[in-house]
């Protein structure tokens, strides 16, 4: 790579996209890297500012930027991504199917601690939508150490991939609703309209709800009895809080699913329970599943899905970041709720 003035490059091979900034009105790539500059190329450089530009002189030890970008995508992109062709040095890393964004944090700042490497994504345990650009990279100079490269390459291959998106699975969900006053008629039951919208973006299928009394014995009875007609999932909805009548908790404990909690470091949704018994998850769920546009529960559901078995530390992360800041047009996933670091 060579830097020689504008009026000197005739017949050279331009190294860099050159970009084109309007104010106010357009910005894009005017000349693309690999272009032989001609006479006539010559006045409208010097109108775009550029006394200078740099020519490829290809050097063993550099690797140009078009290229570098490239392998870093090939390298960190695992199952269910794709790469775009590069644009201006950068190349997007883009979704090839829905389902739960992976970022490998950790290797994510080792590899962006490197000189002269960058690397962008979304947060991890993200939802994603088919073709949705999920991470960006590229190299800061138009050519950068063929060292550094291979180090990051390293970093973002092994072990395994830095990003990748798991599908959701299609589970069975069973709900048990307690609460005596749903049981008697003497309320009607708001729970299972809001868990149907909730899960129907995973493909989720509806195995049936089972409303029932406040009985710890009676709750337990139909978490098996769900599991055992094929439940991949069971949510028992009210009785959550510490009431003296709300025996929600003790009814999950009495099914011998194994607690991982009961609390969470999140706001809205502090009283949620998470158990399994066995593999299949038994989620408590707590009132304000029903009134609040994104609870605990949206910050658990996708990862259950994607057939995750979520630990009490996960859990306890939350906390940075499990404030909902309640907007008055929520745009959850597009926020900070629930990125833990």
Request: charged share 20%; proline share 7%; with cysteine.
């Amino acid at each position: 790579m060579r830097k020689v003035p504008v009026t000197e490059a005739v017949g050279m091979i331009l190294c860099h996209d050159i970009t084109k900034i309007v104010p106010g009105c357009e910005k894009g790539r005017a000349y693309q890297k690999g272009q032989v500059v001609t006479t006539e190329d010559i006045p409208k450089l010097l109108d775009l500012g550029k006394k200078h530009i740099y020519v490829w002189e290809p050097e063993d030890d550099l690797v140009h930027e078009d290229e570098a970008a490239l392998s870093l995508a090939r390298h960190a992109a695992g199952p269910g991504l794709y790469w775009d062709q590069p644009n201006q040095g950068r190349v997007n890393i883009r979704a090839a199917r829905e389902g739960l964004l992976k970022v490998q944090a950790s290797r994510l700042y080792r590899a962006n601690s490197l000189e002269d490497i960058v690397m962008a994504t979304l947060h991890n345990n993200r939802v994603v939508c088919k073709e949705q650009v999920v991470a960006g990279t590229r190299v800061i100079p138009l050519a950068v150490r063929r060292q550094i490269l291979e180090e990051a390459e390293k970093i973002c291959s092994e072990p395994g991939p830095l990003l990748s998106v798991k599908p959701f699975q299609p589970l069975w969900v069973g709900i048990v609703t307690t609460g005596s006053e749903v049981y008697s008629g003497r309320i009607q039951d708001g729970f299972c309209s809001v868990i149907k919208k909730k899960i129907a973006p995973f493909g989720a299928r509806l195995l049936g709800q089972i409303i029932v009394p406040d009985d710890p014995d009676v709750i337990s009875k139909e978490i098996r009895m769900l599991i055992a007609d094929g439940a991949g999932l069971v949510m028992v909805t009210g009785g959550m809080s510490v009431d003296p009548d709300d025996v929600t908790p003790a009814g999950i404990r009495a099914s011998g699913a194994e607690v991982v909690t009961y609390g969470a470091p999140s706001l809205p949704g502090a009283m949620f329970m998470l158990a399994y018994l066995g593999h299949v998850p038994v989620c408590g769920l707590p009132g304000c599943v029903m009134f609040n546009n994104s609870t605990i529960f949206d910050l658990i559901l996708p990862r259950i899905f994607a057939g995750e078995r979520i630990s009490r530390p996960e859990i306890v992360a939350l906390g940075h970041g499990g404030l909902c800041e309640e907007c008055e047009a929520c745009r959850y996933p597009a926020c900070s709720f629930g990125k833990a670091t």
